[in-house]
């Protein structure tokens, strides 16, 4: 009888220790995601950011008195 009892309080550990390590893969998972998405953000707007200084540089470089010049202010 008392190993029967101490059978079922194994079995049922183990199947909660199983469950427990899916579901930490599955969060692992998760965040791993988020770090990819988050880093293509940074990259993306680290990009958006360098295009908007060159852009800046053309427009600086443009003489005031041009016509692309009063078109673009």
Known sequence: MQVAVA???YDYVDQR???LDKDLKAFDAELTKDRV???LQV?????L???SAK???????IRP???LYLFLC
């Open 55 to 61: 852009v800046l540089l053309h427009v600086q470089a």
């Open 49 to 51: 950011l360098m295009h």
């Open 43 to 47: 990259c993306s707007s680290r990009i």
């Open 65 to 67: 008195e041009s016509d």
């Open 17 to 19: 220790i199983r469950r």
């Open 7 to 9: 059978q079922q309080i």
């Open 37 to 39: 998405r988050q880093d």
